[in-house]
């Protein structure tokens, strides 16, 4: 234990030093997309993982909340109150999928989750009155929290670590609290734990919620980094992108949507680079996870290592093959 | 009066293409009990492979039918290759198999735009279907109806496909009961890859078709996958008589929607599939609950 404090310690640390440590404003501002998108699919990952309800349309509840900021401060607000308000937007929209979605579970709630995000994307395409349409809101101006500047990447990149620090033990303390068992044990075993008294929708619900919260706060992040939203960042792409960093980083798991945002921000800035193919690149990704790998990186990658491990100590080729081949718990399951 | 019979006849129209899309997708989840991610793709796939074949970049130029038809089995063949040597490793894990489809679409719509460009591509009016119809004040464009005419006729010939023929009462078995199908003798497996080849056919049959019309451009494929799932949440899985309703349904609600309320129009599309969702979860026809 005392290990995994230390090992949480040391993260946390270089976290902090990476604008020390880097230089180049590039790789800080890549640095800083990874942490929000984290946060993002942190929020996703309560839901996919957690709840095992796979939703397709994340990507417009985040969405919601950076165009509700983007319309505020276009319409002269300050930023606290073009934060609440996008606040409030997200967690309504995510009410509204919720009440919607959830009469469903498994591929359905897929499909429902699907076509309700595409509600949003056609929203944001079309009511051009309200959004601009394809030309998107610019943002002209980063908040400054008690006086210190958001502008430059160093300052945008500490504000959001505080957030992803925030966002991670918020996730931690939701997972391990008798709520997040009973979200986990509504993903196992929905009819037993209806019979044992648990209102198994109220549980959803309220999961969904606090997914929506971190979508929301992603979004946020989101429009200020780029200081512009614009219908792209609603499409199903940017939806099944969550969803990519959440099943290739590990379902169900901390860690997991952590080093998927960070592999998918990775793979995204450092290839298109080379070649502009990227949604062949996802897609091929997203094809070759789901069937080698469906356990997500982390879980994997923590298997292979323990097989490797245990088949060294015991000098036993045999028990080196009999690797566990169990999947575990965090794959949802339809 | 003019305008409203005009919109009245593009929404039928709109519809039997949308049948034609849906047709197929609602088989596939009726059976395979998965939402083919890949539908819209395999719906633009078409319409670039008849394109191809009419533009004669290949060095020979096809009729627009016969190029409609190459184009369809092409796509049914890409269908049922992908069923059988992606979606069949993952036989049982439905997560999965949705996953796959959707990481499959992302690289389709990808391929097509390496291959075809990002500038749409309009497509010709079949020979002989150019003209007009008079019907008193009013003028319709003579492919809108016979669009009409193709979807009816399809949606005779599934019909009976699916109750007159051997494979059509397979077919039904295994929407009811796979588990029963099974085990009397009838080979799913099989039928999968015969239903989704089918199904992926037809979408791209209906992509060649709704090429004059819609023409084809990046992103026929998202515009299209919604519309056919709103078909199939309005008219119920695995229900032919669902998927017909619904099309013509949606094709009424996208027309006038767009006519009328054009900022708006996306977000009408859905209401009635909000609505269906809250007060009739299995849909219009459809047996089991979404």
Redesign the interface.
């Known amino acids: 234990m005392t290990v995994r404090y230390a090992l949480l310690a040391a993260a946390i640390l270089a976290l902090i030093a990476v604008p020390y440590a880097i230089t180049e404003q590039y790789y800080v501002n890549i640095a800083s997309q990874i942490l929000l998108y984290a946060v993002f699919a942190l929020g996703l990952n309560i839901l996919v993982g957690y709840g095992g309800l ?1 939703s ?1 349309g994340h990507a417009g509840l985040s969405g919601a909340a950076s165009y509700a900021a983007a319309y505020l401060l276009a319409a002269g607000h300050g930023h606290v109150v073009a934060i609440a308000g996008a606040l409030a937007a997200g967690l309504l929209t995510t009410a509204g999928f919720a009440a ?1 979605s959830l ?2 579970s ?3 709630f ?3 989750t ?3 995000g ?2 949003i994307w ?2 944001a ?5 309200i959004t601009n349409g394809d030309n998107g809101i610019s943002v002209a101006t980063r908040p400054a929290p008690f006086g210190l500047s958001l502008a430059s990447a160093d300052g945008f990149y500490d504000a959001t670590l505080i957030v992803f620090l925030i966002a991670v033990a918020a996730c931690a303390i939701f997972v391990h609290s008798p709520f997040g068992a009973a979200l986990a044990g509504t993903r196992d075993q929905p009819r037993r734990m209806n019979a044992l008294g648990f209102h198994v929708w109220m549980v959803r619900f309220w999961a969904f919620m606090f997914s929506g919260l971190l979508s929301a706060v992603a979004g946020i992040l989101f429009v200020y980094y780029n200081e512009f939203i614009s219908p792209q960042a609603l ?3 940017a939806s ?1 992108e969550g ?1 990519l960093m959440v ?1 290739s980083g590990g379902a169900g798991t901390l860690l997991g949507p952590v080093v998927g945002a960070a592999l998918v921000v990775i793979v995204k800035n450092v290839v298109s680079a080379y070649i502009a ?1 990227w ?2 690149l ?6 070759l996870i ?2 080698f790998m ?1 356990e997500g990186l982390v879980p994997g990658s923590v298997r292979l290592f323990r097989a490797a491990w245990r088949g060294a100590r015991r000098r036993k080729p045999a028990a080196a093959a009999a690797a566990p081949a169990s999947m575990p718990a965090g794959e ?3 | 009066m003019t305008f409203w019979l005009l919109l009245t006849v593009n929404s039928i129209t709109f519809g039997g293409l949308l049948f034609l899309l849906s047709a197929g997708f609602s088989l596939i989840f009726g059976l395979m ?3 083919n ?1 890949t539908h819209g793709s395999m719906f633009m796939v078409g319409a670039y492979l008849g394109t191809t074949f009419l533009s004669g970049t290949l060095g020979f130029t096809l009729d627009f039918w016969a190029a409609a038809v190459i184009a369809a089995l092409e796509v049914a063949i890409l269908g049922a290759l992908m069923e059988r040597l ?1 979606l069949r ?2 036989a049982g ?4 198999q ?3 489809t ?10 097509c735009l ?1 291959g075809w460009g990002g500038d749409p591509i309009s497509v010709a009016t079949p020979a002989g279907l150019g003209g007009f119809v008079r019907a008193g004040p009013a003028v319709f464009p003579l492919y809108r109806i016979a669009v009409i005419g193709i979807a009816v006729v399809f949606a005779v010939a599934l019909w009976l496909m699916l109750e007159r023929t051997r494979l059509g009462a397979m077919i039904r078995a295994g929407v009811d009961d796979p588990q029963m199908a099974r085990v009397v003798g009838i080979r799913v497996s099989q039928l999968f890859t015969i239903v989704f080849g089918l199904g992926a056919g037809l979408a791209g049959f209906a992509g060649m078709i709704g090429g004059p019309i819609l023409s084809v451009y990046p992103g026929l494929d ?1 515009d299209m996958l ?1 519309l056919a ?2 078909v ?2 309005l008219g119920g899985t695995g229900s032919l008589l669902g998927s017909f309703v619904g099309s013509i349904i949606v094709g009424f609600i996208y027309n006038f929607g767009q006519a009328l309320l ?6 009408v ?2 209401l009635p ?2 609505l269906v ?2 007060l009739r ?1 299995q849909g219009l026809f459809g047996g089991q ?2």
């Open positions: 796979v397709l919607l009469r469903a498994g591929i359905s897929i499909m429902i699907l076509a309700l595409e509600i056609g929203l395409y079309r009511w051009i009155s499409a199903l792409t099944a969803l099943i193919r949604n062949f996802l897609g091929a990704i997203f094809v789901v069937v469906p949802p399951k339809p | 009990r998965i939402p991610l992606l490793r993952l894990q439905q997560l999965a949705v996953l796959v959707l990481g499959v679409s992302f690289m389709v719509a990808d391929l390496m998202q919604p799932l709103v199939v949440i054009p900022e708006l129009a996306y977000f599309l859905f599939m909000v969702l809250v979860p609950v979404l």
